[in-house]
C-alpha cells in the first residue's frame, strides 16, 4: 500500500519565531492561556491515590537494586521508567496498555478511576521542536470541534517536558487494517464510510479547519461491529484559521501518496486538498490498489501530476450479490 507511514513534514518559516505551546509551563489560570477550556493543573509532587504508588516511588523499588538479595527483572525497569513518564495522570487515571507510538508520542489506554469509563491518553514530548508543533496543531483544532465523526479531546494535563491529552477511545481499529483484512468493500460499504468522513470533513472545513493529513490510517473505527462509525483522528499537520483569515496555504505537507497536486508544485491551494485525499481513498476501499504508487518519491509525484491512473476492479464491487442486498456488507 505504499509508504503509508511517511509524512511530508512543514518546514518552519525562516524569517518568523514560531510560538508553539506557550513554553509548555503550568497552568497559570491567566486569559491567554491557549488552553483554558480544558487544562488540567498537574502536582507533580503531590500525593497520589491509594493503591498506586508515584513512579518515583515504584522505579525506587523496581530500579534493579537488590531488595530481598534478588535483582530485579529489567523489564520491571522498564515499566517503571515507563510510567514516570505518565506520572502527572496516575491520580485520576489507571494505565493499562500502549497502543501506539509515534516519534515524539505515545497513546496509552486508562480507565477513569472514579468511573471505570475507558479513555486513550496522548502524551507528546514537547521539548522537541517537532513534538511542540504537533501538539500545538492538534489543540488548536481538538478544542474547537464537536462532532461524531471527530475523535473528541477531554481534557490536557501539562509538565514542562510533556504535554497529556486526554481523548474518547476508539477501540475498533484503523481503517486501514479493517481494509487489509478484506482487500476491498463493496460500493455500498464504500458508500457508507465515506459519507461519515465526509460529514466529518464538511464540519471541518466550515470552521476554517483544512486535515491535510486524511488517509485510511488516520480513521478509526469507533467500536468493532460492521455498524461502527468512524472517527478522523491524528491533527498534527492540520492548519486551523478563523472566519475572515486568508484561506489559501502554502505549506508543503502530508502524506506522500494522498498530497495533491498544487501541494506538489507549490502553488497556494485551499482545502481541497482534503477532497482529493478522500479520492483517492475512496479509489483505494474500492479497487484494493493505490491509484499512484511508487517507492521513488520523485516518480511517484510525477504520477500525480500528471493524474494518469486506471480502474481496475471487479465487477462484484459494484453489483453487490443479491444476498448483500440491504445488508452491511463487506
Not at 496522548?122 to 513534538?131: A, Q, S, V, W
Amino acid at each position: 500500500m505504499g509508504c503509508g507511514t511517511s509524512k511530508v513534514l512543514p518546514e518552519p518559516p525562516k524569517d518568523v519565531q514560531l510560538d508553539l505551546v506557550k513554553k509548555v509551563e503550568p497552568f497559570s489560570g491567566t486569559k491567554n492561556d491557549v488552553y483554558k477550556h480544558f487544562i488540567t493543573e498537574v502536582d507533580s509532587v503531590g500525593p497520589f491515590k491509594a493503591g498506586f504508588p508515584a513512579a518515583s516511588q515504584y522505579a525506587n523499588t523496581c530500579s534493579g537494586a537488590p531488595t530481598t538479595g534478588h535483582t530485579e527483572p529489567p523489564r520491571r525497569a522498564r515499566v517503571a521508567k515507563y510510567r514516570a513518564k505518565f506520572d502527572p495522570v496516575t491520580t485520576k487515571y489507571d494505565i493499562k496498555a500502549l497502543i501506539g507510538r509515534g516519534s515524539f508520542s505515545q497513546v496509552v489506554r486508562v480507565e477513569h478511576r472514579a468511573t471505570q469509563q475507558p479513555y486513550a491518553i496522548k502524551m507528546i514530548e514537547t521539548k522537541y521542536r517537532e513534538g511542540r508543533e504537533v501538539c500545538e496543531s492538534e489543540l488548536r483544532v481538538l478544542r474547537r470541534v464537536r462532532h461524531a465523526n471527530i475523535i473528541q479531546l477531554v481534557e490536557v494535563f501539562e509538565t514542562q517536558e510533556r504535554v497529556y491529552m486526554v481523548m474518547e477511545l476508539a477501540t475498533g481499529g484503523e481503517l486501514f487494517d479493517r481494509f487489509i483484512a478484506k482487500g476491498s468493500f463493496t460500493e455500498r460499504y464504500a458508500t457508507r464510510v465515506l459519507q461519515m468522513v465526509l460529514d466529518g470533513v464538511r464540519y471541518l472545513h466550515a470552521l476554517g479547519i483544512t486535515h491535510r493529513d486524511l488517509k485510511p490510517e488516520n480513521l478509526l473505527y469507533y467500536h468493532t461491529g460492521t455498524d461502527s462509525k468512524i472517527i478522523i483522528t491524528d491533527f498534527g499537520l492540520a492548519s486551523a484559521r478563523k472566519k475572515g483569515d486568508d484561506c489559501l496555504m502554502k505549506t508543503i505537507c502530508g502524506t506522500p501518496e494522498y498530497i495533491a497536486p498544487e501541494v506538489l508544485v507549490c502553488k497556494p491551494y485551499t482545502n481541497s486538498v482534503d477532497t482529493w485525499a478522500l479520492g483517492v481513498i475512496a479509489y483505494i476501499l474500492l479497487s484494493g490498489t493505490m491509484p499512484f504508487e511508487d517507492d521513488n518519491h520523485a516518480r511517484l509525484y510525477r504520477q500525480i501530476l500528471r493524474g494518469k491512473y486506471s480502474y481496475l476492479g471487479e465487477v462484484s464491487l459494484f453489483c453487490p450479490h443479491p444476498r448483500d442486498v440491504g445488508e452491511a456488507v463487506w
